[in-house]
C-alpha cells in the first residue's frame, strides 16, 4: 500500500502544478483585475508541497521496515542495516534522492505562495506559474524515469545494502542539505523570472527574493562544508578538497549564490544592478540544475559519482535546455527593457559590491571552464584532466582582489564616499597583511600562494570586525552582525585552508606492534592490532596511543574495514582535535613480515576550514533573522498606522491620504 | 533587444550541444598509449611462473610479429579473453605474457584452468614495464614488430570479432 | 531499469575485481629519509592522476597501480631527477591525462585563454559600470 499511495500523491501533485502553471498564466494575463482561475495557483502549490512531502515520508517509511517488494529498498537497502543508515540509504541512491529534491522543490513553491504577500499580482502570478513550470518538468522526471515506488514481481529475500563509503553519518547530512540549497535557489530563480515577465525589477521585489537567497545560500554553505569534512575523513587520505567535478557542482552554485546575495541587497538598498541581479538569479538556480546533470549523467569521472546513467542525464539536459535556455532566452529579449537602475560613484560600497560580484563572476567562470574543459576535449577523443594545479593559481588571479576589497568594502558608505574618511582602517588593514607576510617568511619557504592567503585572512579577520568601530554595540542591527560573522567566517576558513597547505607534516611507515614513530612534536605508539566486528562489517582495529610532547597519550582506534553487503573495503581514520589542528591517523595492510601501514598526518588549524563554514552559515541566519523580524515590525507599524486611518476615515467619513512608504 | 544580453544564451546553447553530443556518442574512456609507433623500452623480466621462462625485449626482435598481453590472474576481463589469445596461437601467433603484481602459483592455476597462450611470461610485480609502455590496465595487448618497436595497443579483453584484426594488423605490420 | 542496477552493480564490484594479493612496491607506502625530496615527491605525486581511479591524484589512492606509480615517482626523485622530467616522462606514456597540471599546447590553450580574456571582461565591466558613473555624476 505504501508504494502506491506514495505514486498518487505524486500523480496528484503534477496535476495540480498543471493547474499551478494554467492558473499562474491567466493571473498574469487578467493584471491586476484577476482572471475566475487565477485565484488556484496559491493552493494548487500549497496542497501540492504537502502531497510531494508526504510520497518522500511513504518512502521513508518504506526504508525504515525494509520493504523487499520495493525494487529501489531491494537494491538500497538490507535488513542488518543500522537503523540511522536505513533511514539515511532512503537519499543515497538516485531514485530517493530525486524524490527528496522534489519535496523541497514543492515545500519551497508551497512556502512562498502561502506566507508571501507583498509581491504585485502580476509578478506573483508569473513567478508561481515559472515554479509549477519547474516542479512539473522534474514530476515528470521522477515517474517517467526514476520511479522510487517501483514493485519487485516477486519481494527480494534480502537487499543488496549500500555503499559502504555512504555508510556514514556525513551521509546523513550532507546531501540533503545541499539539496535543499539547490532547490532554494529554484525560488529565486523563479522570482527572477516572474519579475522579468511582469518587469517589475524593484527594490520590493529584491526584499521578497533576499530571505530566499539567504535561506538556500546557508544551506549550501553547510552542504559543502559537511561534504568537505566527509571526504576528509572517509576517504582515508585527508584531501578536504581536490577540485573534483562533484565537488566543483557544488561549488558552482554557491559562489553565484553569494554573488546574488550581494547584487540583490544593492538592488533592495539603492535599486541599481537590475539585470545584473535578474542575470544572477537565472544563473544561480542554472548552476544547481548543472551540477545534477553533471552528477548524474557521468559525462565526467569523479570519485563521488555513485549512480550515473546516461538516460537520465539525456532527461536532466532536455529539462535543463527547458529551463535554462528558455530562461536565458526570456532574458535576451527581455533585458534591455529593464533600466539599470540608480548610479553611484567609484568609491562608494555599491562599486565594492559591484566590484565583487564581477569577481565572483570570474572564478565561477574559471570554476566551470576548468570543469567542462575534460568534457570538450573528449568530444575530440582527447582527454585532459585539469585539477588544483590549474584551479588554485587560476582562481587566485580574482580570489585575491576580491579579499581585499570585501575587506574594504563594507567601511565605505553607500552612493559616495571619500577614501580619506577610511584612512585609518585602510592603514590597519595594510600594515597587518605585511606583518604577517614578513613573519611567514622568516618562518620557512612556503608557496606564495600559502603566505598569501595566511596575509589575507588574518587582514581579512581583522577588517572583518572594522564596520563596528565608532557604532554603538547595542544598536548595530542584526543583519550588520551577519555580515560581519560571515565575512569573519570567510577569513577563518581561508585561514585553516592556507595553514594547511603550508604547515601540514606526514609520516608513512610500517610499523610493528610495540614501535613508535614521530612525526613534528607527536609520539605515536602502535600499541596493538585487534580484529573487530560491526553489524554489517568485519574490521582490523590499531590502537594507537598519541601524545603531544610530555602529556598523557590518548588511544585512538583506526580502522580498515571490510563490508560483506555489498563487499567493499574502506578506511576510517582516526582524528585527535586540538585548538590548533588534528592528527590524522590511518591504518593500512599488514605486510607479508608482520608490520603494518601506518600513515599519520599533523595538520595545524585544519578545523578552521569547517568552523569558518560554520560561522559564514550562522552569518546567514543572523542575517534572515534581522531581516524578517524587520520586516514584520514595518507590516505590524504598517498594519497600525492603516486601522488607525481607518478608524479616523469612519469618523470623519472622508477618505484620508495614504501615507508615502 | 541588446546583443550582449545574447552571450549566456549563446554560452549555454554550445554547452547544451555538447552535453547532447556526449550522451549520444558515449564517452571516450580510454587512456591510450602515447607509445605506439615508439620502439619498446629496454627491459628484462624473471618468469612469472615455473616452467616457463621470464621475458625481455630482445625476444621480440627478429621472426614475426609479437603480441605482448599484459594481463593477471586476478582480473575477471582476462579470463573472458582466454579463449581469444588461445585462437590466436592456432594462428600460429607467438603471445609474450607480462603477468602484473601476480604470484607464481596464482599464475599456475590460471593457466592449468583457462588454457596457456603464452610461450613466455614475465612478472611485474610493481607495474613497472606496465608504466614504461603506457598501459593503464589490465588486460591490454600490444602488437610489436620485428624491430621491436610497438605499432598497435588494444585495450581492454579481446572479443572473438577482435581476433580476425588483430591478425590483420599482425599481418600489415610484417 | 535493469542496466542501472546492473551498472551500480558494476561500480559497487569493481574495486573487488581489481583486487591482488601482492605486497606493495617498496616505495608506495614508504617515505624518502630525505625530507627535501619527500616534500619534491609529495608535490608531483598529488598533481598526477592515478588511472585506475575515477579521480584521485596517486598520493591520495589506495589502487595498487597508484602505488606503483608513487614507487616510480620516488625512485626517480631518488636517483636525481627533476619533478617536471618525471611528469614529461608520464606525459610521454599516458599523454595530458595522467597530469592534473595542464600545460600550454594545442589542446590545452583554451584554458589560459579564457582567463587571460575574463580579467579584459572584468575591466570592461568594471569601467563600464563605475567609471561611466563618475563622470556622469549623480542622477
Known amino acids: 500500500m505504501i508504494a502506491e499511495l506514495g505514486l498518487a500523491a505524486l500523480w496528484l501533485a503534477t496535476a495540480l502544478a498543471v493547474l499551478q502553471i494554467v492558473s499562474g498564466v491567466l493571473g498574469l494575463r487578467a493584471g491586476e483585475k484577476g482572471a475566475a482561475l487565477a485565484i488556484y495557483a496559491r493552493p494548487a502549490a500549497v496542497v501540492q508541497a504537502f502531497l510531494a512531502v508526504l510520497a518522500f515520508f511513504l518512502l521513508l517509511w518504506a526504508f525504515a521496515i525494509t520493504d523487499l517488494s520495493i525494487k529501489l529498498v531491494a537494491t538500497n537497502s538490507h535488513s542488518m542495516k543500522p537503523m540511522l543508515y536505513k533511514l539515511t540509504g532512503t537519499w543515497g541512491n538516485h531514485e530517493g534522492s530525486m524524490l527528496l529534491w522534489v519535496a523541497v522543490l514543492a515545500l519551497s513553491g508551497g512556502l512562498l505562495a502561502g506566507l508571501e504577500r507583498r509581491l504585485p499580482h502580476k509578478t506573483m502570478s508569473a513567478t508561481l506559474a515559472v515554479q509549477g513550470f519547474v516542479a512539473l518538468g522534474f514530476y515528470a522526471f521522477l515517474l517517467l524515469s526514476s520511479n522510487p515506488f517501483e514493485r519487485l ?45 511582469a518587469k517589475q525589477v524593484t527594490p520590493d521585489f529584491a526584499k521578497v527574493m533576499r530571505p530566499w537567497v539567504l535561506f538556500a545560500w546557508v544551506f549550501l554553505t553547510l552542504g559543502i562544508t559537511a561534504g568537505s569534512y566527509w571526504a576528509y575523513y572517509e576517504l582515508g587520505w585527508g584531501g578536504w578538497w581536490f577540485w573534483d567535478p562533484v565537488e566543483n557542482s557544488s561549488l558552482m552554485p554557491w559562489l553565484a549564490a553569494t554573488a546574488l546575495l550581494h547584487s540583490v541587497s544593492v538592488l533592495a538598498a539603492r535599486d541599481a544592478l537590475r539585470t545584473w541581479t535578474i542575470m544572477l538569479g537565472v544563473l544561480a538556480f542554472s548552476m544547481s540544475m548543472l551540477g545534477t546533470f553533471l552528477v548524474r549523467s557521468g559525462v565526467l569521472t569523479s570519485v563521488h559519482a555513485f549512480a550515473v546513467d546516461p538516460e537520465r542525464g539525456s532527461f536532466i539536459l532536455l529539462l535543463l535546455g527547458l529551463y535554462i535556455g528558455g530562461a536565458l532566452a526570456i532574458f535576451a529579449v ?143 542591527p542584526l543583519a550588520t552582525w551577519g555580515m560581519i560573522m560571515a565575512h569573519f567566517g570567510v577569513a577563518v576558513s581561508l585561514f585553516g585552508m592556507a595553514s594547511e597547505s603550508a604547515f601540514t607534516e606526514e609520516r608513512l611507515a610500517a610499523v610493528t606492534p610495540g614501535s613508535t614513530e614521530q612525526l613534528g612534536d607527536w609520539n605515536i605508539e602502535l600499541m596493538g592490532v585487534d580484529p573487530v566486528a560491526g553489524p554489517n562489517w568485519t574490521a582490523v582495529e590499531a590502537r594507537l596511543a598519541v601524545s603531544r610532547g610530555d602529556e598523557e597519550p590518548t588511544i585512538i582506534n583506526p580502522q580498515a574495514r571490510n563490508f560483506w553487503a555489498p563487499a567493499q573495503a574502506t ?89 508615502a512608504e | ?56 625485449r630482445a625476444d621480440f626482435i627478429g621472426g614475426k610479429p609479437k603480441l605482448l598481453n599484459v594481463w593477471a590472474s586476478w582480473c575477471l576481463p582476462c579470463i573472458a579473453e582466454a579463449p581469444q589469445l588461445e585462437a590466436l596461437k592456432e594462428e600460429g601467433v607467438e603471445i609474450i605474457g607480462i603477468a602484473i603484481r601476480d604470484k607464481p602459483e596464482d599464475v599456475g592455476d590460471f593457466l592449468n584452468r583457462y588454457g596457456n597462450p603464452y610461450t613466455r611470461i614475465g612478472a611485474d610485480d610493481i607495474s613497472q614495464l606496465q608504466i614504461e609502455i603506457g598501459a593503464a590496465g589490465v588486460p591490454e595487448t600490444f602488437v610489436i614488430d620485428a624491430k621491436g618497436n610497438i605499432r598497435h595497443q588494444h585495450i581492454g579483453d579481446i572479443r572473438a570479432s577482435d581476433v580476425p584484426k588483430l591478425l590483420q594488423i599482425l599481418e600489415d605490420v610484417q | ?42 608535490e608531483l605525486m598529488s598533481t598526477l592522476r592515478c588511472l585506475k581511479c575515477q579521480s584521485q591524484a596517486i598520493n591520495d589512492s589506495d589502487a595498487p597501480m597508484a602505488g606503483d606509480m608513487r614507487h616510480q615517482v620516488r625512485t626517480k626523485i631518488l636517483a636525481g631527477e627533476e619533478p617536471e622530467a618525471i611528469r614529461a616522462w608520464l606525459v610521454d606514456r599516458y599523454g595530458d591525462y595522467v597530469s592534473y597540471q595542464p600545460e600550454v599546447s594545442s589542446t590545452t590553450w583554451p584554458l589560459f585563454a579564457v582567463p587571460a580574456l575574463l580579467i579584459l571582461v572584468a575591466l570592461l565591466i568594471l569601467l563600464r559600470r563605475v567609471g561611466k558613473r563618475r563622470m556622469e555624476g549623480d542622477e
Request: charged letters at 15%.
Open chain 2, 1 to 56: 533587444m541588446r546583443p550582449v544580453f545574447f552571450i549566456p544564451l549563446a554560452l549555454f546553447l554550445f554547452f547544451a550541444g555538447l552535453a547532447g553530443y556526449m550522451l549520444a556518442n558515449g564517452r571516450f574512456e580510454a587512456v591510450p598509449s602515447h607509445m605506439v609507433n615508439k620502439p619498446l623500452p629496454e627491459f628484462t623480466l624473471p618468469p612469472a611462473v615455473d616452467g616457463l621462462p621470464g621475458t625481455s
Open chain 1, 153 to 197: 514481481p516477486i519481494p527480494a529475500v534480502e537487499g543488496t545494502g549500500l555503499n559502504p563509503l555512504l555508510q556514514d553519518i556525513g551521509l546523513a547530512i550532507h546531501p540533503p542539505t545541499l539539496y535543499v540549497g539547490y532547490v532554494g535557489l529554484s525560488v529565486a530563480f523563479s522570482l527572477a523570472m516572474g519579475a522579468l515577465i
Open chain 1, 334 to 476: 527581455r533585458a534591455g527593457s529593464i533600466t539599470e537602475g540608480k548610479r553611484f560613484s567609484v568609491t562608494s560600497r555599491e562599486s565594492a559590491l559591484v566590484f565583487n560580484n564581477v569577481m565572483l563572476s570570474a572564478i565561477l567562470a574559471i570554476v566551470l571552464l576548468g570543469t567542462l574543459y575534460p568534457l570538450l576535449t573528449e568530444a575530440f577523443d582527447v582527454r585532459v584532466s585539469v585539477g588544483p594545479p590549474y584551479f588554485n593559481p587560476a582562481g587566485a588571479i580574482f580570489a585575491i582582489p576580491m579579499f581585499i576589497v570585501m575587506g574594504v568594502g563594507p567601511l565605505l558608505r553607500w552612493k559616495q564616499d571619500k577614501p580619506a574618511r577610511i584612512q585609518f582602517e585602510l592603514s590597519l588593514i595594510a600594515a597587518v597583511a605585511i606583518a604577517v607576510v614578513s613573519v611567514v617568511a622568516i618562518l620557512g619557504d612556503y608557496s606564495i600562494l600559502a603566505v598569501l592567503g595566511l596575509a589575507l585572512s588574518v587582514a581579512l579577520g581583522i577588517a572583518a570586525f572594522l564596520p563596528l568601530r565608532g557604532r554603538k554595540i547595542g544598536r548595530v
Open chain 3, 1 to 42: 531499469m535493469i542496466r542501472t542496477v546492473l551498472l551500480m552493480l558494476a561500480i559497487i564490484a569493481a574495486p573487488l575485481s581489481a583486487q591482488d594479493t601482492m605486497p606493495p612496491a617498496p616505495y608506495a607506502y614508504t617515505q624518502l629519509e630525505d625530507p627535501a625530496l619527500e616534500a619534491k615527491a609529495t
Open chain 1, 571 to 659: 578506511s576510517e581514520s582516526a582524528l585527535v582535535t586540538r585548538w590548533d589542528g588534528q592528527l590524522y591517523a590511518v591504518i593500512g595492510e599488514q605486510s607479508e613480515d608482520g608490520r603494518w601501514q601506518l600513515r599519520v598526518w599533523w595538520k595545524p588549524f585544519v578545523t578552521f576550514i569547517w568552523y569558518g563554514g560554520l560561522l559564514i552559515s550562522l552569518g546567514g541566519v543572523l542575517s534572515i533573522v534581522g531581516r524578517v523580524r524587520l520586516d514584520l515590525k514595518r507590516r505590524s507599524a504598517v498594519r497600525k498606522g492603516k486601522a488607525r486611518r481607518d478608524d479616523k476615515a469612519a469618523l470623519s467619513g472622508a477618505p484620508q491620504p495614504e501615507p
